[in-house]
């Protein structure tokens, strides 16, 4: 048996192509060319059958009219045989049965009256073509082995008795002609036996070869399948939806076959992960997944998860107005599934989708990504329009990331500019109420004089990449203004996870404490947890590095992504800043039993605490009795430039 028949046990595969099934499909195209080669043998050899009539008038000429008929009755008898058989559909082994009897008809009807002839000597040496029927039996056609064997050795048998019984002859004849015939028999037999034999192993190893091919693209299939599914949902990936635009695009712009793409986001997703928890989240997504599947295969699209809460369709369609249509069924479907939601800050309680159409159109650009991009502003629009809505890309749709167009060459030059300054915040000790630290926060202008929130240049410069030169300049700055002043024992400076990935950041780092003359210990870098900041190698590496240098590493916004847990686990803060909105939910009792929880987890693991965002002394006095080590907040200290901080 066969390696692979031992790994599917008994030669068969659940539910696969097993080798049986491999063989016997083999067998059966087998079968279809031994038919047809009987066919052709059998025409060809009846042919040979009748010419022979020619040496029959010249060797016995008188009995040829005889054998002459002999051979025109049995040619006829044969090949009518043969023909219905294989007009009815008769089985292969039946086609080789009427070959073999044709053959010993052939021979026997033939041999008859020719031994009646009186030219005996003649007919002595032309009995030697007796054994072209023997050949024919094992060599000719390609009988079973054991139905050749069967039908040579009656024509040997056939033989036997007619030079011992029947025809007269010499001794000498009986035995020559007689040795003849049986070496001719075994002979042929054996060779018909090896030739069966090839022709069998030749089956299996074909055979073979086809069940490893198609477990070889079983296995493939399978790969690529994995590869464009997503692991949660099992919904296509972005991946799998990547290749689909792109033969969705060039279908439109050969074919002018118009399609849509939609952008669903499951709406206030991370409130939802924040209040049931990443399971109950998982779990939502998948949920959503299927139900959104399920229209939009029906409408003959292809729905993806394009990351996070967010899916992406899309699907060969005529009109707008049809894609809205369907649409307006995502949205409905989603509804009806009336997951519970109550951490929403609007009315809705229960889990909904904001969708954003785009269509194909004239002025789409030239590349897919305009198309996505159009329906990403639809969705923007769905959102600004309170969520739970289907939005349909509009040119005149607010963008929302234009003013983030005007700030790419800004923050390029923000430096030089002197677009950008740091103002710092105080971080107080609740049990002395003195600030001993205090947090850079970095600031920029426009040329006009306008002020322009971190929360909309960080992102900007993160995604440009001009976040690493104004990292560097934030550090360098707040050493300056802070350290080498001795204002404040620590300063403390929010760095982005695409720092922490540069290579080389620590020992620029470490250039900025050296150049400044002070101590790392003196120097704290904030990180906040991020979905998109996955622990990577080089991160940690780098945090490592930094703590070489004695800097400390803190934990900013804790408890507001969805890694702060698994951050926690991996990497030892010295200090563990929690988001200010636990504070700020502190006036209901679960809102106060969650950041109670959260402080003694932290606690138990033996950071620092600080809780942001205090605005009011009753929060203040609220974490005084929580017993919490330092608080940062408006009510004890607004973010100031380092001239008025010493003034303060
Ligand atoms: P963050 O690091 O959590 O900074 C604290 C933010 O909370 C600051 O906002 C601060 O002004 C604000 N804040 C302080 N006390 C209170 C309070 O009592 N109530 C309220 N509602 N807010 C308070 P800001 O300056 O707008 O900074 C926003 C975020 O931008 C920062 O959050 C930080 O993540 C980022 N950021 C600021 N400067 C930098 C920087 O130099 N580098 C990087 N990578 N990110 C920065
Ligand atoms: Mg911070
Ligand atoms: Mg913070």
Avoid at 30 to 41: L, P, V
Avoid at 311 to 340: G, H, N, Q, S, W
Avoid at 439 to 457: C, N, Q
Wanted: hydrophobic residues 45%; negative net charge.
């Amino acid at each position: 048996m066969s390696a692979n028949t031992d790994i599917c046990g008994k030669g068969e595969c659940a539910g696969g192509f097993s080798f049986a099934e491999a063989r016997a499909s083999l067998e059966k195209e087998n079968d279809a060319i031994r038919r047809r080669s009987a066919r052709h043998g059998i025409w060809f050899a009846v042919a040979v059958y009748v010419a022979f009539a020619l040496p029959d008038r010249w060797l016995i000429p008188d009995v040829a009219p005889v054998t002459i008929a002999v051979r025109f009755v049995v040619a006829v008898i044969a090949l009518l045989s043969f023909e219905t058989l294989r007009f009815v559909n008769a089985k292969t082994v039946w086609l080789d049965v009427t070959c073999a009897l044709a053959l010993l008809l052939g021979y026997a009807g033939w041999l008859c009256p020719a031994i009646e002839t009186r030219d005996v000597a003649a007919m002595s040496y032309y009995m030697i073509f007796g054994a072209i029927f023997m050949m024919g039996a094992n060599l000719f056609f390609s009988f079973p082995f054991r139905l050749s064997v069967a039908t040579s050795s009656l024509v040997l048998c056939t033989f036997f008795i007619t030079i011992t019984a029947v025809f007269p002859s010499s001794q000498s004849f009986k035995v020559a002609f007689g040795l003849f015939y049986v070496s001719c028999f075994v002979f042929t037999s054996f060779v018909n036996w090896r030739l069966n034999a090839e022709r069998q192993k030749v089956l299996h190893n074909a055979a073979e070869a086809r069940h490893q091919q198609w477990e070889a693209t079983e296995r493939g299939r399978a790969l690529l399948e994995l590869s464009h599914t997503d692991y949660l949902t099992g919904i296509g990936n972005r991946r799998a939806l990547d290749r689909r635009l792109d033969e969705c695009w060039s279908e439109w712009t050969t074919q002018h076959r118009n399609f849509s793409v939609f952008l669903i986001d499951v709406d206030f997703f991370k409130r939802f992960n924040d209040r049931y928890g990443h399971l109950e989240g998982d779990r939502c997504l998948t949920v959503v997944a299927n139900a959104l599947k399920g229209v939009v295969e029906a409408s003959e699209g292809m729905i993806g998860r394009y990351g996070g809460e967010e899916f992406i369709v899309v699907m060969p369609i005529d009109t707008p107005k049809a894609a809205m249509i369907v649409a307006e069924r995502i949205r409905v479907e989603v509804e009806l599934l009336a997951i519970a939601h109550d951490e929403r800050p609007d009315d809705t309680c229960i889990v909904t989708v904001s969708v954003g159409v785009a269509f194909t159109r004239e002025q789409s650009g030239e590349k897919v990504e305009r198309l996505v991009r159009e329906a990403d502003l639809a969705l923007y629009s769905a959102k600004a329009s309170g969520r739970n809505c289907i939005r349909h890309f509009d040119p005149a749709l607010p963008r929302p990331h234009d003013s983030a167009g005007k700030l790419v060459p800004l923050l390029a030059a923000a430096i030089d500019r002197k677009l950008v300054s740091l103002v710092y915040q105080p971080i107080f000790d609740v049990t002395n109420e003195k600030a001993r630290a205090v947090e850079a926060l970095m600031r920029l202008r426009m040329p006009d004089g306008t002020a322009v929130s971190p929360k909309i240049f960080i992102p900007v410069a993160e995604r440009t990449g001009a976040i690493l030169e104004l990292g560097r300049w934030a550090i360098e700055t707040a050493c300056r203004e802070i350290l080498m002043t001795d204002r404040m024992a620590t300063v403390s400076v929010n760095v982005s996870p695409i720092q922490l990935r540069s290579p080389g950041f620590a020992a620029s780092v470490a250039d900025i404490l050296s150049g400044c003359g002070v101590s790392g210990s003196r120097l704290a870098l904030e990180v906040t947890e991020g979905l998109d900041m996955d622990m990577q190698s080089e991160v940690l590496r780098c945090i490592t590095d930094l703590r070489t240098l004695g800097v400390e590493i803190w934990l900013d916004d804790f408890g507001s992504g969805f890694a702060g847990l698994s951050w926690l686990r991996a990497i030892e803060f010295q200090t563990v800043k929690v988001d200010r909105t636990f504070l700020h939910d502190c006036s209901t009792p679960r809102g106060l039993t969650m950041l109670t929880d959260m402080i003694a987890l932290i606690r138990n693991r033996g950071n620092t605490i600080v809780v942001e965002g205090v605005e009011t002394e009753a929060q203040l006095s609220l974490l005084k009795g929580l017993r919490i080590d330092r608080v940062q907040g408006f009510h004890m200290g607004m973010p100031v430039s380092a001239e008025l901080l010493n003034a303060a």
